[in-house]
Nanobody, 116 residues
Framework: VQLVESGGGLVQPGGSLRLSCAAS????????MAWYRRIPGKQRESVAT???????VYAESVLGRFAISRDNAKNMAYLQMNSLKPEDTAVYYC???????????WGQGTQVIVSS
């Protein structure tokens, strides 16, 4: 299983970014996809999760601003980030967790910097 994130970069406060996660070597319908982030000086935290059936869960800090989605046919997951704040600056990671075994795979991360 390989996960490759893309779409990170530098954006001004209030701006938007869309992160993508390309998965290979797996059947998407067997995995819950999620986005995590590691803010400098803090532990990695869950940002958003989506099951194979489309059920979503968000961290309170991003509720109403971020939206997670997936395309099972393309083995892709996305994180649309709107109204970005400087405190959203972090390395964002895609993960895939098998629904039965709980085996979890991680991408290499993509840097998001929110700054004026």
């Amino acid at each position: 299983v390989q996960l490759v994130e893309s779409g990170g970069g530098l954006v001004q406060p209030g701006g938007s970014l869309r992160l993508s996660c390309a998965a290979s070597g797996m059947s998407s319908t067997l995995y819950t996809m999620a986005w995590y982030r590691r803010i400098p000086g803090k532990q990695r935290e869950s940002v958003a999760t989506i099951t194979s059936g489309g059920y979503t869960v968000y961290a309170e800090s991003v509720l109403g601003r971020f939206a997670i989605s997936r395309d099972n046919a393309k083995n892709m997951a996305y994180l649309q980030m709107n109204s970005l704040k400087p405190e959203d600056t972090a390395v964002y990671y895609c993960s895939a967790r098998h629904r039965d075994t709980a085996t979890t795979y991680w991408g290499q991360g993509t840097q998001v910097i929110v700054s004026s």
